[in-house]
């Protein structure tokens, strides 16, 4: 499986950014999406189940990020609103195996990984 993430950009603190994640093929798994800005380790940002019923975010993105999926397009989504500039980092999506797995904000649980896209706020 592969995934490719797109959609970053630069933009001021305030404005909003949807990214996405393409899968190459129709997967019944987990996807989620993390970031590791510059000097910092990788971190959790949101998850979604293969449905999309049922989503997890940290807490310094709820009510701001809204991540979704479009199973016909096998397609993830961040939505991003109302971006701080503590935002900025490279995002990266994740799928876990086996299908119809939980979520999980623990990255070394998941097994394919994108390339990343990077996302710099200004202030």
């Known amino acids: 499986v592969q995934l490719q993430a797109s959609g970053g950009g630069v933009v001021q603190a305030g404005d909003s950014l949807r990214l996405s994640c393409e899968l190459s093929?129709?997967?019944?798994?987990?996807v989620g999406w993390f970031r590791q800005a510059p000097g910092s380790g990788r971190e959790f940002v949101a998850a979604t189940t293969a449905s999309g019923r049922s989503t997890h975010y940290r807490d310094s993105v709820k009510g701001r990020f809204t991540i979704s999926r479009d199973n016909a397009k096998n397609t993830v989504y961040l939505q991003m609103n109302g971006l701080k500039v503590e935002d900025t980092a490279v995002y990266y999506c994740a799928a876990r195996m086996p299908e119809g797995i939980a979520i999980t904000p623990r990255d070394w649980e998941y097994d394919y990984w994108g390339q990343g896209t990077e996302v710099t706020v200004s202030s």
């Open positions: 093929r129709n997967i019944n798994s987990a």
